[in-house]
């Protein structure tokens, strides 16, 4: 049937001849027997592609797994596709710190068809946690046994994806797909020319891109259809036993048409989809005019439009404050929906943290749970970072961490003085971040005789601040315009104290990788800082680092004060902070664990929608 309906066309650059089908959801409405139809001869696909190995256990007739599987972690940048090999010498190495350790990765009791659909994926593209998350969380669950297929798009021309030949029409757009393995997961990058951009990634200097509510449709129905469409490994399709994970409002239209436009058609009927909210704040918000361009039913209406309270109607596109909200559409139709820390969970349920959603996220409180972040413990490793001049670990950081501060200090032409602490700010230049309250206590700080370091790139009279601090502090500060990969390495591995003032974080990452590395954090009680960051009690002794409530320079300059006395009157009892922190586990893990019970969770019951 399909050889019916598809139609050739010649591809330009790929110089062979490629099949352009109609997606599963071209015809809705107008031919519901084609979307059966392809619907069957799909699940048949998939049975020829694969007889002797499907791609998953059926929850029902599945015997529980058990199992495990040891995993080395990578002992060089080399071995993961994040970084190049670099021939250059080889430096000196604290003895104990060569090699990191194997770990054990128990194995899933049940293995499923997982398909992230996400705007950023590390190493291709980044632009802050979500690239770092989706680069990450994915592995960690291949390797417990699922079979994984992150979905996002082709900004660039990634040498390693592979044309695969296939291209759709979705809504009456040609989309391509490239296709590269690694670590056990299927990394499908969505093509068409919507995509790639001289500037940013959803903005550039002039301002967002006006087509960016299209290119995200068009990744989102690009992810439903790939598992439907695209033979990948041995194991052929994915096939319609899927459970997707939509990441922020980039793929909240994911849960939408799966329920508006697959199910009511026999497709998709045991999948499940999963709202994963990374950052509340960015919703997707469009003019109400928009809609008809969804091709979504016109009974679908409300499920996105959202009405701005009057406070805040200035600027709404229009009467009554009414708009197209593809966040808020994801929150009300997906099965489940998770955040990125326990205390995020909390707080976008209130007035100060639901940025206007909290009446929907209250509505659907009993669905809402919250897991913390991991980090990627093959990159962010002080026993076997590259970007050290010396590697160490929980046994040897403190002749390490010395060795890194002398270092740093000498290549930024800072006094090299090991009894000076050393303060580090790394991150986004924005009102999120706190960057602007680091530079109102910075002359407090430069009173109490430490160094502080800066990193980061954002907004130009932030930028202007670590120019102005280093200028008025030659002897005590340095600011670092822009961002380097490396550098954060060296700065938060030379670093005592590491401030993390932001006023809203969801998870936050920064204070993860600086415990690893043996770096105290001082942050503000928020999100997923506050269920990282444990205050230090003497009593016991306990605690990780220090945090504060009042989200001001006096909270900061209180909290680093603590910080700076336990440093210089008990340095045992700090060392004892850093060893805490070092032996946390922060792997992705624990995390993916915790990712499989959401998953059962939303197996159990029927679609919410």
């Known amino acids: 049937m399909r050889g019916a309906l598809a139609r050739p066309a010649r591809v330009a650059g790929h110089g062979r001849r490629v099949t352009v089908r109609p997606c599963i959801v071209a015809s809705l409405g107008a031919r519901p027997w084609l979307l059966r139809a392809a619907a069957?001869?799909?699940?048949?696909?998939?049975?020829?592609?694969?007889?002797?190995?499907?791609?998953t256990k059926p929850p029902s007739t599945a015997p529980p797994a058990t199992g495990e599987l040891t995993v080395v972690v990578p002992t060089k940048a080399s071995d993961s596709v994040d970084e190049p090999e670099v021939a250059e010498e080889e430096p000196a190495k604290a003895p104990a710190a060569t090699k990191a350790p194997a770990r054990t990765v128990s194995q899933a009791a049940t293995a499923r068809?997982?398909?992230?659909?996400?705007?950023?994926?590390?190493?291709w593209s980044k632009t802050g946690g979500l690239g770092d998350v989706l680069g990450s969380l994915p592995q960690a669950l291949a390797a417990r046994g699922h079979r994984v297929m992150v979905v996002t798009?082709?900004?660039?021309?990634?040498?390693?994806?592979?044309?695969?030949?296939?291209?759709?029409?979705?809504?009456?757009?040609?989309v391509g797909f490239f296709h590269h393995e690694h670590r056990g997961v299927d990394w499908v990058f969505v093509d068409h020319p919507a995509f790639p951009r001289p500037g940013g990634i959803y903005a550039d200097k002039h301002?967002?891109?006006?087509?960016?509510?299209?290119?995200?449709?068009?990744?989102?129905?690009?992810?439903?259809?790939?598992?439907?469409?695209?033979p990948l490994g041995p194991d052929g399709l994915y096939g319609q036993d899927c459970v997707f994970i939509a990441n922020d409002w980039h793929a909240a239209l994911v849960p939408v048409y799966l329920a508006a436009k697959y199910r009511p058609h026999g497709v998709y009927e045991r999948a499940r989809s999963v709202m994963a909210i990374h950052n509340l704040r960015h919703q997707g918000v469009f003019p109400p005019s928009t809609y008809a361009s969804l091709g979504l039913p016109a009974d679908w209406y409300h499920a996105l439009e959202y009405q701005y309270p009057p406070?805040?109607?200035?600027?709404?596109?229009?009467?009554?404050?009414?708009?197209?909200?593809?966040?808020k559409a994801g929150i009300a139709v997906a099965d489940r929906?998770?955040?990125?820390?326990?205390?995020?969970?909390e707080e976008i349920r209130t007035w100060l943290g639901g940025w206007g959603m909290e009446g929907m996220l209250n509505a659907r409180g009993p669905v809402l749970n919250g897991i913390v972040n991991g980090i990627d413990d093959s990159d962010w490793n002080p026993a076997v970072d590259q970007h050290l001049p010396v590697n160490y670990d929980a046994s040897s950081f403190k002749a390490g961490k010395a060795a890194c501060k002398a270092a740093l200090q000498a290549e930024l032409g800072l006094p090299v003085n090991p009894d000076v602490p050393l303060i580090a700010f790394i991150g986004r230049l924005d009102y999120q971040k706190g960057a602007d309250i680091v530079l109102q206590a910075a002359p407090w700080m430069m009173s109490q005789g430490v160094q502080l370091v800066c990193l980061g790139t954002g907004t130009t009279d932030l930028e202007n601040g670590l120019r102005w601090l280093e200028a008025a502090y030659r002897d005590q500060a340095r600011g670092w315009v822009g961002f380097n990969v490396a550098m954060s390495h060296k700065i938060t591995a030379a670093a005592d104290i590491l401030l993390m003032p932001s006023r809203f974080e969801p998870c936050g990452l920064n204070q993860l990788y600086a415990m690893a590395y043996g770096t105290v954090p001082v942050?503000?009680?928020?999100?997923?800082?506050?269920d990282t960051v444990i205050d230090f009690d003497p009593t016991g002794p306990s605690g990780t680092g220090w945090t504060f409530g009042s989200c001001d320079a006096a909270g900061l300059m209180h909290a680093t004060g603590l910080a700076l006395a336990t440093l210089r009157d008990y340095p045992k009892d700090f060392e004892g902070i850093q060893r805490r922190?070092?032996?946390?586990?922060?792997?992705?893990?624990?995390?993916?664990?915790?990712?499989?019970?959401?998953?059962?969770?939303?197996?159990?019951?029927?679609p919410y929608a």
């Open 40 to 55: 069957q001869e799909t699940s048949t696909a998939q049975a020829v592609a694969a007889p002797a190995a499907p791609a």
């Open 523 to 530: 942050a503000h009680a928020t999100g997923g800082l506050r």
């Open 113 to 123: 068809n997982l398909v992230f659909v996400t705007s950023e994926v590390a190493p």
């Open 311 to 327: 406070h805040l109607r200035q600027g709404s596109y229009a009467e009554e404050g009414r708009s197209v909200n593809t966040l």
């Open 581 to 606: 922190g070092m032996e946390r586990d922060s792997s992705w893990n624990g995390a993916a664990e915790a990712y499989e019970r959401i998953f059962e969770w939303a197996l159990l019951d029927a």
């Open 153 to 174: 798009p082709r900004y660039a021309n990634y040498p390693e994806a592979i044309d695969t030949g296939m291209r759709l029409d979705i809504m009456g757009a040609e």
């Open 337 to 345: 929906i998770v955040t990125v820390s326990p205390g995020y969970a």
């Open 207 to 230: 301002g967002v891109y006006g087509d960016n509510q299209f290119r995200y449709m068009l990744l989102s129905l690009a992810g439903l259809e790939a598992p439907l469409n695209l």
